[in-house]
């Protein structure tokens, strides 16, 4: 069964910058999207950057310009990082790595970025 193991969260001033990283511990086959869901409280979980087979990004309006994803397809794993620079209080949330091959989605486990002014 193939899983998403995330690794980068954690508490940073607004302003400042943090990185995600995502991989599969299989290679997912079949695999077009891949990328970053974030959820905040009372909210339902949202996309913030995907990446599709052809290179294809999409960002929340939110984080335009400020988040990169980056995602690596090897032989033997899928790879998806998320950059975010000028972090904002409102980018403070649980994401979650997702990737979508075929019928099947998955998910990360969730890690908490906290931003603070």
């Known amino acids: 069964q193939v899983q998403l193991v995330e690794s980068g969260g954690g508490a940073v001033q607004a302003g400042g910058s943090l990185r995600l990283s995502c991989r599969s511990t299989?290679?997912?086959?079949?695999?077009?999207?891949m990328g970053w869901y974030r959820r905040t409280p009372g909210s339902e979980r949202e996309p913030v950057a995907l990446q599709t087979n052809g290179g294809a990004t999409s960002y929340a309006r939110s984080v335009q310009g400020r988040f990169t994803v980056v995602r690596t397809d090897a032989q033997d794993e899928n790879r998806v990082d998320l950059q975010m620079d000028d972090l904002k209080d409102e980018d403070t949330a649980v994401y979650y790595c997702?990737?979508?091959?075929?019928?099947?989605?998955?998910w990360g486990q969730g890690t908490q970025i906290t931003v603070s002014s």
């Open positions: 299989e290679k997912i086959y079949g695999l077009n999207t």
């Open positions: 997702y990737a979508v091959a075929g019928l099947s989605i998955y």
